[in-house]
T-cell receptor, first 111, second 111 residues
């Protein structure tokens, strides 16, 4: 089983739609969680951290469910500029800050 | 702004050559990482370092070594380049259990 698993997509949605991505992780001792965004042929960029109580940043909402070992990202009112690959990242804190990346979920927002 | 700089954007090397990829960060981060990214495989961790002169193997260390003589610099070495090491190489740095920041990537082609 992969340490971090994501649905690869693609998710094709119209502008203005709400879209949600899920991600599951295997190590129950993981302590930090993040969502990254990666545009084509560019480096990944930190989108937001994910906190136990859930957190929001504008149109983006992240949730963590420790019992079920999954995290989610909700994007409301999708924009064309949201088209990218979204990477789920887990800090596999086995004594070191080792960041494990999911393979990513591709989002395509169309007019 | 965190700045992570990789020495080259594009490199072409011959099979059997020794290849050095350099990465420098300017934010005094203790953690540094080398990943490679291939289509369909996502980001895979090669090596990481949590302190000067300290290193840990990631998931795919074979054929690679690293050096961290100074806190700001983390080098990836391909001892004898092979065609299956053709890939995008991404360096990242992070502070404690926080998210990581990436350099722009080095696209290495081994011929």
């Amino acid at each position: 089983r992969k340490e971090v698993e994501q649905d690869p997509g693609p998710f094709n949605v119209p502008e203005g739609a709400t879209v949600a991505f899920n991600c599951t992780y295997s190590n129950s001792a993981s302590q930090s969680f993040f969502w990254y965004r990666q545009d084509c042929r560019k480096e990944p960029k930190l989108l937001m951290s994910v906190y136990s109580s859930g957190n929001e940043d504008g149109r983006f909402t992240a949730q963590l469910n420790r019992a079920s070992q999954y995290i989610s990202l909700l994007i409301r009112d999708s924009k064309l500029s949201d088209s990218a690959t979204y990477l789920c990242v887990v800090n596999d804190f086995g004594g070191y800050n080792k960041l494990i990346f999911g393979a990513g979920t591709r989002l395509a927002v169309h007019p | 702004d965190v700045k992570v700089t990789q020495s080259s954007r594009y490199l072409v090397k011959r099979t059997g050559e020794k290849v050095f990829l350099e990465c420098v960060q300017d934010m005094d981060h203790e953690n540094m990482f080398w990943y490679r990214q291939d289509p369909g495989l996502g980001l895979r961790l090669i090596y990481f370092s949590y302190d000067v002169k300290m290193k840990e193997k990631g998931d795919i260390p074979e054929g690679y070594s690293v050096s961290r003589e100074k806190k700001e610099r983390f080098s990836l070495i391909l001892e004898s380049a092979s065609t299956n090491q053709t890939s995008m190489y991404l360096c990242a740095s992070s502070l404690s259990a926080q998210g990581a920041f990436f350099g722009q990537g080095t696209r290495l082609t081994v011929v």
